[in-house]
């Protein structure tokens, strides 16, 4: 599996924007980017997933580099709720379709 | 809440023994998958099954074993059981076994070896 690197840890102050950068220069050409949540003590959370263009939906933006080797989620407006370990994932696109998870950004939101 | 249950919450169980985990997916969706997470692994992908049949197997240790029924839930078998197998199981399931599609987890199963 192709490899993601995240910073292990990221500080925010409520209502303000978040960056959530993360590296994957072995990306293949047929791995889409996907990014899920996990919360305390509950199931991790998909939160959105791109393969060559930026997206956006109700909960982030996913900016993707122009050479897919590098990728950065944004949280407009960061809440309480969205304390929470975020992870990057590279998921084939052609074989099969599991989640392989990293250690993930452990975020934390202050009021 | 995601649409996938599991149960049970927690289990409690020794040594040695055997244990099953249970897993509805939501309505409508054709594969499940099963993971690990403990402190010290993170979250491992064990298993996947896409209408029944297995599609894909990861860190799975040869004492553990899955299956999905006709009815589309699914059951993870845990046999043989040791302290390293304490863990939360996750399943999670999907429409399709496409790489777009989004995984939405249940609660998880809480396994604790004594």
């Known amino acids: 599996d192709a490899k993601t690197t995240q910073p292990n840890s990221m500080e925010s102050n409520e209502e303000e924007p978040v960056h959530l950068p993360c590296n994957h220069s072995?990306?293949?050409?047929?791995?889409?980017i996907h990014w899920y949540r996990q919360l305390p003590s509950q199931g991790p959370e998909y939160v959105i997933h791109g393969l060559t263009s930026n997206v956006n939906n109700r909960m982030a933006s996913l900016a993707i580099a122009e050479d897919r080797k590098s990728s950065t989620l944004i949280l407009h407006r960061a809440t309480l709720r969205d304390a929470a370990v975020y992870y990057c994932?590279?998921?084939?696109?052609?074989?099969?379709?599991?989640?392989?998870f990293g250690a993930g950004t452990t975020v934390t939101v202050r009021a | 809440d995601s649409g996938v249950t599991q149960t049970p919450k927690h289990l409690i169980t020794a040594t040695g023994q055997r244990v099953t985990l249970r897993c509805s997916p939501r309505s409508g969706d054709l594969s499940v998958y099963w993971y690990q997470q403990s402190l010290d692994q993170g979250l491992q992908f064990l298993i996947q099954y896409y209408n029944g049949e297995e599609r894909a197997k990861g860190n799975i240790l040869e004492r553990f074993s899955a299956q999905q029924f006709p009815d589309l839930h699914s059951e993870l078998n845990l046999s043989s059981l040791e302290l390293g197998d304490s863990a939360l199981y996750f399943c999670a399931s999907s429409v399709g076994g496409r790489p777009g599609n989004e995984q939405f987890f249940g609660p998880g199963t809480r396994l604790t070896v004594l």
């Open positions: 994932i590279l998921r084939d696109g052609v074989g099969d379709y599991k989640l392989s």
């Open positions: 072995t990306i293949s050409g047929t791995d889409y």
